[in-house]
Nanobody, 124 residues
Framework: QLQASGGGLVQAGGSLRLSCAASGRSFRDYDMAWFRQAPGKEREFIAAIRWSGGTTVYADSVKGRFTISRGNPKTTVFLQMNSLKPDDTAVYYC???????????????????WGKGTLVTVSS
């Protein structure tokens, strides 16, 4: 089970930190990721991090503004979002999977476990 939290309303240029806690099975060695879905749009990849925390991957749209990290224990993952824009408004989902190839980290189909999502609204 994955539980995402930390969403809310923020002005453009502001920051938010999302958290995702995994429980119920041994997710410690699993790769984890964040996706988001804006109204009327497909769910899109945002960022992923290897089970070890040593490798991260970002979508071009958030590179340099968002940072994904793993907590201690490694079953927790964070998404630090800075310089937020109205286009970042979406429901944000965390997801996890057993270790996959690097090229598959950004693929939605790679992830088998999903949280319920947390809403982020960025006002202009």
């Amino acid at each position: 089970q994955l539980q995402a939290s930390g969403g809310g309303l923020v002005q453009a240029g502001g920051s938010l930190r999302l958290s995702c806690a995994a429980s119920g099975r041994s997710f410690r060695d699993y790769d984890m990721a964040w996706f988001r879905q804006a109204p009327g749009k497909e769910r899109e990849f945002i960022a992923a991090i290897r089970w070890s925390g040593g490798t991260t991957v970002y979508a071009d749209s958030v590179k340099g503004r968002f940072t994904i990290s793993r907590g201690n224990p490694k079953t927790t993952v964070f998404l630090q979002m800075n310089s937020l824009k109205p286009d970042d408004t979406a429901v944000y989902y965390c997801a996890t999977t057993s270790r996959v190839a690097h090229s598959a980290l950004a693929e939605r189909s790679s992830y088998h476990y999903w949280g319920k999502g947390t809403l982020v609204t960025v006002s202009s």
